[in-house]
C-alpha cells in the first residue's frame, strides 16, 4: 500500500465509521428479530405436526393438515420478507464498503475531487438531519443522488418520538425503549426509568397521588435505579408542584420534557453507533485546532483568520491553541509575510505592518493612515523593526 492509500484508509477510518456501521448494526438487528420470528414459527409448527398424530379421526387430522398448510404458507411469507430486508442491508454494507475502497485505491486527482464533494454533501445533511432541518436534508439526498450512501432512517424515525415527547406524550418512547432493551441494558442507559419517572411526576401533577402510588409500584420499584435515586423520586409524593424547594422543584420544572429529548436523541445516537456530535462540527474543529492562537481571542484579532469570526471562533473555543515552533511575522493590511522582501515598518503610534503595503498606501493616498487608530504619518516617520 503506498503513502497516499495509508493516509486515505486512516482518513476514512477516522471520518467514515459510521457510514458502514449503522446499516451493520441493522443488519444484525434485524436478522436477530428473523431468528426470533423462525424459532417462534418452527416451534408452533412442530407442536402442532405432534398434534396431528394424536387425533382420533381422519376428518380431524384434515382439518389440522389444512390449517398446517395455512400456517406454513403464512410463515414462508414472513420468512421471505425477512430475508428480503436482510439483503437490502448487506448489500448496502457491500456497497459502502466498496464505495470507501474506491476513494482509497483512487489516483486520479478530479475524480478525487468528485468523490470528496460527495462527502461534502453527505456531512451537510447529517449536520442538518442532527439540527431537525429534515425537509431540507431530504431534498438535498435527491438533489445529489446520495441515497444509498446516506443513513437517514435512524434520524427519521427519532424525530416522531422526539415530536411526541415534545407534545409530553411518552408512549411511542417507551415502546422503543422496550424493542431496545437488550441493547440499552449493555449499555448500561436507563431511559426507560425517566420516562417512567415523568409519568409518574405528571400523575402527581394532576393530583391523582393514589395513581402515582400504584404507577411507580409497577414501573419504578423495579426499574433498576440506585435506592436512593428511588427514594429522592418517592419523596415528591410529600411536595405539591408549586414547591420552592430547589431539590424538587426542578422536577416539576416543564424544562423536563426538554430534557428527555435530549436524552433520547444522545441514547439514539448510542444506539446507532453515531456521533455525539455532528461530523460537520469534527471536521471544522479538526481544521482550525491547526491555526488556532491566543491572538484569535484577544482584542487584536483579523478579518482573514476563520478562527477570528464568528461562528468559528466559537466553535474553536473549546479546542487547544496550535503548536507553532516558527512563529512568522503578517501584515495586518495586505495579509502578506513580513521578511527580509517585505521588512517590517513601526509607525510612530507603535504598530508595525509590512514596508511593501506602507508604500503602496503612499503612493495612492499621499499619506500613511494607520487602520486602527486612524492617524496620519508620512513614510520617513517609519523606522524598521528587526527580529531576532
Not at 145 to 174: K, M, W, Y
Not at 182 to 187: I, Q
Not at 242 to 250: D, L, M
Not at 269 to 286: G, I, R
Request: net charge neutral; charged share 30%.
Amino acid at each position: 500500500m503506498t503513502s497516499s492509500a495509508r493516509n486515505k484508509s486512516s482518513e476514512v477510518s477516522a471520518i467514515e465509521y459510521s457510514t458502514v456501521r449503522v446499516p451493520y448494526d441493522v443488519l444484525n438487528k434485524k436478522f436477530r428479530h428473523a431468528q426470533k420470528i423462525i424459532d417462534r414459527e418452527i416451534s408452533q409448527l412442530n407442536m402442532l405436526i405432534s398434534n396431528i398424530e394424536r387425533l382420533p379421526s381422519p376428518e380431524l387430522e384434515e382439518q389440522a393438515i389444512k390449517s398446517l398448510r395455512e400456517k406454513l404458507g403464512s410463515f414462508k411469507k414472513r420468512y421471505l420478507d425477512c430475508l428480503s430486508k436482510e439483503g437490502g442491508y448487506a448489500n448496502k454494507c457491500s456497497e459502502r464498503l466498496d464505495y470507501l475502497q474506491e476513494y482509497i485505491d483512487e489516483s486520479d486527482a478530479k475524480v478525487e475531487s468528485l468523490w470528496k464533494k460527495k462527502r461534502l454533501n453527505r456531512i451537510l445533511v447529517d449536520y442538518f438531519l442532527r439540527n431537525s432541518n429534515y425537509e431540507t436534508a431530504v431534498q438535498l439526498v435527491k438533489a445529489t443522488g446520495i441515497e444509498t450512501q446516506v443513513d437517514t432512517e435512524p434520524f427519521l424515525a427519532g424525530r416522531e418520538i422526539e415530536q411526541s415527547l415534545a407534545a409530553h406524550n411518552t408512549t411511542p418512547c417507551l415502546q422503543w425503549c422496550y424493542e431496545n432493551r437488550s441493547r440499552l441494558k449493555k449499555s448500561k442507559v436507563n431511559l426507560e426509568f425517566k420516562l417512567h419517572t415523568q409519568n409518574f411526576i405528571e400523575k402527581i401533577r394532576s393530583g391523582d397521588y393514589k395513581g402515582a402510588i400504584q404507577y411507580a409500584q409497577r414501573y419504578l420499584v423495579d426499574g433498576g435505579e440506585a435506592p436512593l435515586k428511588l427514594q429522592e423520586t418517592m419523596a415528591l409524593l410529600a411536595f405539591k408542584p408549586t414547591t420552592e424547594c430547589e431539590k424538587y422543584k426542578r422536577y416539576f420544572s416543564e424544562d423536563r420534557w426538554e430534557e428527555l429529548v435530549v436524552e433520547f436523541r444522545r441514547t439514539n445516537y448510542e444506539l446507532h453507533h453515531l456521533h455525539t456530535e455532528s461530523l460537520l462540527s469534527t471536521v471544522l474543529q479538526s481544521g482550525l485546532s491547526v491555526i488556532k492562537t491566543h491572538q484569535c481571542y484577544s482584542s487584536e484579532r483579523s478579518g482573514d483568520c476563520p478562527v477570528c469570526n464568528e461562528p468559528l471562533n466559537a466553535l474553536a473555543a473549546p479546542l487547544p491553541f496550535s503548536h507553532c515552533t516558527q512563529s512568522r511575522l503578517i501584515c495586518r493590511i495586505s495579509g502578506d509575510v513580513m521578511n527580509e522582501h517585505n521588512h517590517p515598518l513601526m509607525l510612530p503610534n507603535g504598530h508595525v505592518y509590512g514596508e511593501r503595503a506602507l508604500t503602496e498606501m503612499m503612493e495612492t493616498e499621499g499619506v500613511i493612515v494607520c487602520p486602527r487608530t486612524e492617524e496620519v504619518f508620512w513614510l520617513d516617520q517609519c523606522k524598521k523593526v528587526y527580529v531576532m
